[in-house]
Protein backbone atom coordinates (compact mmCIF):
# COMPACT_ATOMS: atom_id res chain seq x y z
CA UNK A 1 0.00 0.00 0.00
CA UNK A 2 2.01 3.24 1.20
CA UNK A 3 5.15 3.24 2.84
CA UNK A 4 6.14 4.82 6.32
CA UNK A 5 7.52 7.47 4.49
CA UNK A 6 4.34 8.41 2.69
CA UNK A 7 2.16 8.03 5.88
CA UNK A 8 4.35 10.70 7.86
CA UNK A 9 4.50 12.95 4.70
CA UNK A 10 0.41 12.79 4.75
CA UNK A 11 0.11 13.42 8.42
CA UNK A 12 2.35 15.69 8.32
CA UNK A 13 0.40 17.98 5.55
CA UNK A 14 -2.48 17.33 6.79
CA UNK A 15 -1.32 18.39 10.53
CA UNK A 16 0.03 21.74 8.80
CA UNK A 17 -3.39 22.24 6.80
CA UNK A 18 -5.25 21.99 10.46
CA UNK A 19 -2.48 24.29 11.56
CA UNK A 20 -3.75 26.89 9.21
CA UNK A 21 -6.67 26.54 9.36
CA UNK A 22 -7.27 26.94 12.78
CA UNK A 23 -4.99 30.21 12.72
CA UNK A 24 -6.23 31.52 10.20
CA UNK A 25 -9.78 31.09 11.57
CA UNK A 26 -8.79 32.44 14.87
CA UNK A 27 -7.51 35.39 13.59
CA UNK A 28 -10.68 35.81 10.96
CA UNK A 29 -12.90 35.96 14.05
CA UNK A 30 -10.60 37.77 16.09
CA UNK A 31 -11.94 41.29 14.48
CA UNK A 32 -15.12 40.94 16.28
CA UNK A 33 -12.99 42.03 19.67
CA UNK A 34 -12.82 45.54 18.28
CA UNK A 35 -16.48 46.11 18.54
CA UNK A 36 -16.47 48.07 21.71
CA UNK A 37 -14.55 50.56 19.40
CA UNK A 38 -17.04 50.47 16.59
CA UNK A 39 -20.23 51.53 18.85
CA UNK A 40 -23.38 49.00 18.26
CA UNK A 41 -24.12 51.06 15.06
CA UNK A 42 -21.06 50.62 13.35
CA UNK A 43 -20.82 46.69 14.46
CA UNK A 44 -24.05 46.27 13.34
CA UNK A 45 -22.69 47.72 9.75
CA UNK A 46 -19.39 45.80 10.06
CA UNK A 47 -22.01 42.66 10.26
CA UNK A 48 -23.99 43.34 7.33
CA UNK A 49 -21.26 43.90 5.23
CA UNK A 50 -19.25 40.85 6.07
CA UNK A 51 -22.28 38.91 5.73
CA UNK A 52 -22.64 40.59 2.27
CA UNK A 53 -19.40 39.52 1.70
CA UNK A 54 -20.03 35.88 2.28
CA UNK A 55 -22.93 35.71 0.85
CA UNK A 56 -21.08 36.97 -2.35
CA UNK A 57 -18.51 34.54 -2.13
CA UNK A 58 -21.26 31.99 -2.70
CA UNK A 59 -21.16 30.87 -6.20
CA UNK A 60 -17.37 29.99 -6.17
CA UNK A 61 -17.16 27.82 -3.25
CA UNK A 62 -17.49 24.63 -4.69
CA UNK A 63 -14.55 25.32 -7.15
CA UNK A 64 -11.87 24.80 -4.89
CA UNK A 65 -12.28 21.46 -4.31
CA UNK A 66 -13.28 20.84 -8.28
CA UNK A 67 -10.20 22.56 -9.29
CA UNK A 68 -7.68 20.92 -6.79
CA UNK A 69 -9.26 17.73 -8.18
CA UNK A 70 -9.06 18.58 -11.57
CA UNK A 71 -5.11 19.56 -10.73
CA UNK A 72 -4.33 16.75 -8.84
CA UNK A 73 -4.97 14.80 -12.18
CA UNK A 74 -3.00 16.77 -14.19
CA UNK A 75 0.53 15.01 -15.50
CA UNK A 76 1.22 15.24 -18.80
CA UNK A 77 2.48 18.83 -20.33
CA UNK A 78 -0.87 18.62 -22.44
CA UNK A 79 -2.73 18.17 -19.15
CA UNK A 80 -1.19 21.17 -17.89
CA UNK A 81 -2.49 23.47 -20.62
CA UNK A 82 -5.95 22.37 -20.76
CA UNK A 83 -6.07 22.70 -16.91
CA UNK A 84 -4.59 26.27 -17.65
CA UNK A 85 -6.88 27.07 -19.75
CA UNK A 86 -9.98 25.84 -17.56
CA UNK A 87 -8.58 27.78 -14.69
CA UNK A 88 -8.50 31.01 -16.93
CA UNK A 89 -11.90 30.19 -17.85
CA UNK A 90 -13.35 29.63 -14.87
CA UNK A 91 -11.47 32.79 -13.47
CA UNK A 92 -13.11 34.90 -16.91
CA UNK A 93 -16.81 33.76 -16.27
CA UNK A 94 -16.29 34.32 -12.48
CA UNK A 95 -15.16 37.54 -13.39
CA UNK A 96 -18.74 38.13 -15.79
CA UNK A 97 -20.46 36.63 -12.97
CA UNK A 98 -19.03 39.60 -10.72
CA UNK A 99 -19.90 42.24 -13.47
CA UNK A 100 -23.33 41.32 -13.60
CA UNK A 101 -23.73 41.38 -9.57
CA UNK A 102 -22.30 44.95 -9.81
CA UNK A 103 -24.22 45.99 -12.55
CA UNK A 104 -27.74 45.35 -10.60
CA UNK A 105 -26.30 46.69 -7.52
CA UNK A 106 -25.31 50.04 -9.51
CA UNK A 107 -28.83 50.00 -11.08
CA UNK A 108 -30.76 49.17 -7.03
CA UNK A 109 -27.77 50.77 -5.18
CA UNK A 110 -30.66 52.70 -3.57
CA UNK A 111 -32.69 50.11 -2.84
CA UNK A 112 -29.61 47.96 -1.22
CA UNK A 113 -28.51 50.69 1.05
CA UNK A 114 -32.35 50.85 2.33
CA UNK A 115 -32.44 47.64 3.10
CA UNK A 116 -29.42 46.75 4.54
CA UNK A 117 -28.99 50.30 6.22
CA UNK A 118 -25.84 51.54 5.03
CA UNK A 119 -25.81 55.18 5.42
CA UNK A 120 -22.44 55.43 3.26
CA UNK A 121 -22.33 54.39 -0.39
CA UNK A 122 -18.78 53.49 -0.39
CA UNK A 123 -19.01 50.89 2.23
CA UNK A 124 -21.39 49.01 -0.48
CA UNK A 125 -19.27 49.65 -3.28
CA UNK A 126 -15.88 48.71 -1.39
CA UNK A 127 -17.60 44.87 -0.54
CA UNK A 128 -18.51 45.08 -4.00
CA UNK A 129 -15.18 45.88 -5.26
CA UNK A 130 -13.76 43.25 -2.63
CA UNK A 131 -15.90 40.31 -4.27
CA UNK A 132 -14.40 39.79 -6.80
CA UNK A 133 -11.80 38.40 -4.87
CA UNK A 134 -13.34 36.74 -2.84
CA UNK A 135 -15.21 35.00 -6.01
CA UNK A 136 -11.52 34.69 -6.92
CA UNK A 137 -9.68 32.99 -3.52
CA UNK A 138 -11.37 29.48 -3.85
CA UNK A 139 -10.54 29.02 -7.70
CA UNK A 140 -6.52 30.31 -6.51
CA UNK A 141 -6.89 27.70 -3.43
CA UNK A 142 -7.94 24.93 -5.23
CA UNK A 143 -5.03 25.27 -7.90
CA UNK A 144 -2.39 25.69 -4.68
CA UNK A 145 -4.78 22.06 -3.36
CA UNK A 146 -4.28 20.60 -6.63
CA UNK A 147 -0.92 21.32 -7.36
CA UNK A 148 -0.17 19.59 -3.73
CA UNK A 149 1.26 22.38 -2.22
CA UNK A 150 0.10 22.31 0.69
CA UNK A 151 2.83 24.69 2.80
CA UNK A 152 2.00 27.62 0.30
CA UNK A 153 -1.79 27.00 0.72
CA UNK A 154 -1.35 26.96 4.40
CA UNK A 155 0.40 30.33 4.48
CA UNK A 156 -2.28 31.94 2.35
CA UNK A 157 -4.76 30.76 4.80
CA UNK A 158 -2.82 31.74 7.51
CA UNK A 159 -2.14 35.66 5.61
CA UNK A 160 -5.37 35.93 4.71
CA UNK A 161 -6.48 35.72 8.68
CA UNK A 162 -3.88 37.97 10.33
CA UNK A 163 -3.71 39.98 7.05
CA UNK A 164 -7.41 40.89 7.84
CA UNK A 165 -7.09 40.92 11.69
CA UNK A 166 -3.83 43.44 11.53
CA UNK A 167 -5.43 45.82 9.32
CA UNK A 168 -8.67 45.78 11.20
CA UNK A 169 -6.39 46.58 13.99
CA UNK A 170 -4.79 49.13 12.26
CA UNK A 171 -7.94 51.14 10.64
CA UNK A 172 -10.30 50.75 14.20
CA UNK A 173 -7.14 51.82 16.58
CA UNK A 174 -4.57 54.00 15.04
CA UNK A 175 -6.92 55.53 12.27
CA UNK A 176 -10.45 55.56 14.53
CA UNK A 177 -11.81 54.08 11.63
CA UNK A 178 -15.78 52.96 11.35
CA UNK A 179 -17.32 49.68 9.88
CA UNK A 180 -16.49 50.75 6.17
CA UNK A 181 -13.02 51.50 6.92
CA UNK A 182 -12.54 47.81 8.17
CA UNK A 183 -13.76 46.16 5.22
Given at each position: MFSDQHKARFFRQSGWMVLSTFLGGVCMFAVH??????????????GTLLAMMNVMMI????????????GAAVVTDED??????TVRGVLFWIFVLWFCMAVIIAIFQNQFLSILTITNPLALWLVVVIGLGLL?????????QGKQ???WLGWVIIANGVGRFVSVAIIIIVFNG????TI
Open positions: FFAPYLGDTEYGLLPSLGLQTTLAQERASFAGWQPILQGVLNFLKATG
